[in-house]
């Protein structure tokens, strides 16, 4: 936040973009939404300025993930809307994917799991292109939670095995965390509430 506070002269916009969307995207994982959407709000205002389709492409997807987080859907759909339109017209892979991972969790929120479904496995193809390991274990997290609510429990279980060891292979404990929450979430589906809170005692250690 210090750099932010420069004067406007002492950085270039370039630089000020990209601490705004570092500093939105620290503020959303922080719960701080509000904040979130207005580092974002500026970062989108200045990518604008510069004509850079990557730059507005993932604003406008920090602009939609707090907007789905405090609920606002219609706005969620807005971001996302022109940032798929913006990421596809510069051919940009990476924030096509981010914003496909976005509309499943859209869909998942409005009660339309099934719909989810479509987007997150376009996601992770995107990935698995990419060969950007790091997001596609979110996206399979994201996805196994998805097809464990609908009751493919089976699907769920080789989804979050793949999460697993990537995460491993990554070194990312908080998908080792996740990879824990899941299975907690498997086994009350499948009505085993005492296996369910000894994972998320691990998932919390």
Known sequence: MAFLALPGDAVSLEARARALDAASELASWQGR??????????????????????????????????????GDIAQAQTSIDEGMTVAHAAGDR???????????????????????????????????ALGARDELCNDLGELALTVGHLGDTARARELWAEELLLAY????????????????????????PDLSARLLGAADA
């Open 169 to 192: 292979e990554i070194g990312e404990a908080w998908q080792v965390a996740l990879y824990l929450e899941g299975h907690a979430e498997l086994a009350l589906i499948e009505d085993r």
């Open 94 to 128: 990476a924030a096509e994917a981010l914003h496909l991972r976005l509309s499943g969790m859209l869909q998942r929120t409005c009660g339309e799991p099934e719909r989810a479904i479509p987007y997150f496995d376009a996601s992770i193809a995107l990935w698995r």
């Open 33 to 70: 939404h509000e904040m979130a959407t207005q580092l974002a709000t500026e970062a989108l205002m200045i990518q604008r300025q510069l004509a850079n389709p990557s730059g507005i492409a993932g604003a406008l997807w920090l602009l939609g993930v707090n907007a789905l987080a405090v």
